[in-house]
């Protein structure tokens, strides 16, 4: 069902504020209001996220439960929970529009929810947010992220997981004092690291359902003929054994038929010979061309101007260091290749050079390949950053 329509859809339920449904608390109001239900839909475009979910419910893993529902608000916390989401989830810009628009048409936007599926959740932070109250809007100190590992290293430094004080109504300076640094509780965990902990739950299942019907079925007696299948048996084992000693005589029949064409062969060598030497002298050529077109590459790397052999170069970017940041608006080229990474990590690969420019082997001319997925990204990144 589109979100749009399932933002339409009205019930009426009590008030309630972001809860999980393992936490066991709920600090909602006797009051009623009308609540805009996304039903237990999860906002993800994942086309497996229901499955993936029901299997973790079957085997009762902590990431299958109940969703995660958070009354959508203008308070920082929610604000920061609330983007975080988003940039994680992929969720664009139109469907984000969609449900703050439902929330402004609403009294105080009381009865808007984000649901979100557990399994979007590393483990571990999941369960150490349902330990300690359960509220997944709050945000986390760092000494707790240290001590619990709640995020990997390279998201500590991302500014995407850091908690932005300004964000909605904003939080007063004496807390900004108090917590210079803080984390969101971002539902970050990938696609393939869910896939990977439902295919071990299937062939988990699959072992035990396997030993369950071993255990249960008991060795089917000698049936009372048995003495006459082994007569056939015996019979059968004869038959192939007379079908070997034919197939080793033919077998002999082909080599003495190959033994004669040897010589044949060797006369057909020999005339090969000369468009042989032919064919190694070109190819020398087609080598000598690769070994110029690399010295090329060199130049253009260190002397080159703004070209597509130039900005999506790994050489060239070593050697201008802050062009990174002037083209695409990231630190440095490393740090952009590393965002592509984390919000493309099942689309992109990172780890192939762009533009491999090669002369073909008609008489060496270059070619220049078709945009692969990287050059479109960063380009579209560049567009925005530079208007």
Same mark, same amino acid.
């Given at each position: 069902?589109?979100?749009?329509?399932?933002?339409?859809?009205?019930?009426?339920?009590?008030?309630?504020?972001?809860?999980?449904?393992?936490?066991?608390?709920?600090?909602?109001?006797?009051?009623?209001?009308?609540?805009?239900?996304?039903?237990?839909?999860?906002?993800?475009?994942? #086309? !497996?996220?229901?499955?993936?979910?029901?299997?973790? @419910?079957? =085997?009762?893993?902590?990431?299958? &439960?109940? /969703?995660? $529902?958070?009354?959508?608000?203008?308070?920082?916390?929610?604000?920061?929970?609330?983007?975080?989401?988003?940039?994680?989830?992929?969720?664009?810009?139109?469907?984000?529009?969609?449900?703050?628009?439902?929330?402004?048409?609403?009294?105080?936007?009381?009865?808007?929810?984000?649901?979100?599926?557990?399994?979007?959740?590393?483990?571990?932070?999941?369960?150490?947010?349902?330990?300690?109250?359960?509220?997944?809007?709050?945000?986390?100190?760092?000494?707790?992220?240290?001590?619990?590992?709640?995020? #990997? !290293?390279?998201?500590?430094?991302?500014?995407?997981? @850091?908690? =932005?004080?300004?964000?909605?109504? &904003?939080? /007063?300076? $004496?807390?900004?004092?108090?917590?210079?640094?803080?984390?969101?509780?971002?539902?970050?965990?990938?696609?393939?690291?869910?896939?990977?902990?439902?295919?071990?739950?299937?062939?988990?299942?699959?072992?035990?359902?396997?030993?369950?019907?071993?255990?249960?079925?008991?060795?089917?007696?000698?049936?009372?003929?048995?003495?006459?299948?082994?007569?056939?048996?015996?019979?059968?084992?004869?038959?192939?054994?007379?079908?070997?000693?034919?197939?080793?005589?033919?077998?002999?029949?082909?080599?003495?038929?190959?033994?004669?064409?040897?010589?044949?062969?060797? @006369?057909?060598?020999?005339?090969?010979?000369?468009?042989?030497?032919?064919?190694?002298?070109?190819?020398?050529?087609?080598?000598?061309?690769?070994?110029?077109?690399?010295?090329?590459?060199?130049?253009?790397?260190?002397?080159?101007?703004?070209?597509?052999?130039?900005?999506?170069?790994?050489?060239?970017?070593?050697?201008?260091?802050?062009?990174?940041?002037?083209?695409?608006?990231?630190?440095?080229?490393?740090?952009?290749?590393?965002?592509?990474?984390?919000?493309?990590?099942?689309?992109?690969?990172?780890?192939?050079?762009?533009?491999?420019?090669?002369?073909?082997?008609?008489?060496?001319?270059?070619?220049?390949?078709?945009?692969?997925?990287?050059?479109?990204?960063?380009?579209?990144?560049?567009?925005?950053?530079?208007?």
């Amino acid at each position: 069902m589109p979100l749009k329509k399932r933002l339409k859809r009205q019930t009426h339920m009590p008030k309630a504020v972001e809860k999980s449904s393992h936490s066991g608390k709920d600090a909602s109001t006797s009051e009623q209001s009308t609540t805009i239900s996304i039903e237990d839909a999860c906002i993800c475009h994942w #086309p !497996d996220c229901k499955e993936f979910r029901r299997i973790l @419910k079957e =085997n009762k893993h902590p990431l299958g &439960g109940e /969703p995660v $529902r958070a009354r959508f608000s203008d308070t920082c916390n929610f604000q920061n929970f609330w983007c975080n989401a988003c940039i994680n989830l992929h969720i664009s810009n139109g469907e984000k529009k969609q449900i703050e628009d439902k929330y402004a048409e609403t009294k105080e936007g009381e009865g808007v929810r984000v649901v979100i599926a557990r399994h979007h959740w590393e483990s571990n932070l999941f369960q150490w947010t349902r330990r300690n109250g359960g509220r997944f809007v709050t945000p986390m100190q760092p000494s707790q992220v240290e001590k619990e590992k709640l995020l #990997p !290293d390279a998201y500590k430094t991302d500014d995407v997981f @850091k908690y =932005n004080p300004e964000l909605g109504d &904003g939080r /007063p300076d $004496r807390w900004k004092r108090e917590n210079p640094t803080s984390y969101t509780k971002s539902p970050y965990q990938s696609r393939s690291a869910v896939k990977i902990i439902v295919d071990e739950l299937k062939s988990k299942r699959r072992r035990h359902l396997k030993q369950l019907a071993k255990d249960a079925a008991p060795p089917p007696p000698p049936p009372d003929n048995w003495h006459d299948q082994m007569t056939a048996l015996k019979a059968e084992l004869a038959g192939k054994d007379k079908m070997i000693k034919l197939l080793a005589e033919e077998n002999i029949k082909l080599r003495l038929e190959k033994n004669k064409k040897v010589n044949t062969k060797q @006369k057909q060598k020999m005339r090969a010979k000369g468009t042989v030497t032919k064919t190694t002298d070109k190819l020398a050529v087609y080598e000598t061309n690769v070994v110029l077109w690399d010295q090329i590459n060199h130049l253009i790397a260190t002397a080159g101007g703004l070209s597509r052999l130039t900005i999506f170069s790994n050489d060239w970017h070593k050697n201008h260091p802050d062009a990174a940041h002037v083209l695409f608006g990231y630190r440095n080229w490393d740090e952009t290749k590393q965002y592509l990474r984390d919000y493309f990590p099942d689309e992109l690969d990172i780890s192939i050079e762009p533009t491999p420019i090669r002369p073909n082997k008609r008489g060496g001319v270059l070619e220049m390949p078709p945009l692969l997925d990287m050059e479109k990204c960063l380009l579209c990144r560049m567009f925005f950053h530079q208007s």
